[in-house]
């Protein structure tokens, strides 16, 4: 069984166009740093958050101390989901629907 990474840079089919593989893991990345428990939504460059703030082009998917914001593919328990960002993806749900 063949798995394929997918991020939103590379669609589904497109994947499955290149390689033929049979199951497809789809790998959502955030943003956060440890001095504050809210988590962002990155832009589609992943280099900055939906709410306009700089992101560090790392990622690091365990607890770091880190003031800079940094990409990640977890969210710690705990952490919520930054109000900015929130309001910036419902409006952009609603303009497509």
């Known amino acids: 069984m063949t798995f394929c990474q997918v991020t939103d840079k590379v669609s589904v089919p497109q994947v499955f166009l290149k390689g033929g593989c049979d199951k ?7 943003a956060t740093s440890s001095s504050v428990d809210v988590f962002h939504l990155v832009t589609e ?7 306009g703030i700089k992101v560090a082009p790392i990622i690091i998917n365990r607890p770091a101390r880190s003031s800079t914001l940094y990409l990640t593919e977890k969210v710690e328990i705990g952490q919520r989901l930054c109000d900015e960002c929130t309001a910036v993806e419902t409006e952009t749900r609603e303009k497509d629907s």
């Open 24 to 30: 497809v893991l789809i790998v959502m990345r955030y």
């Open 45 to 51: 460059s992943e280099d900055t958050t939906l709410c």
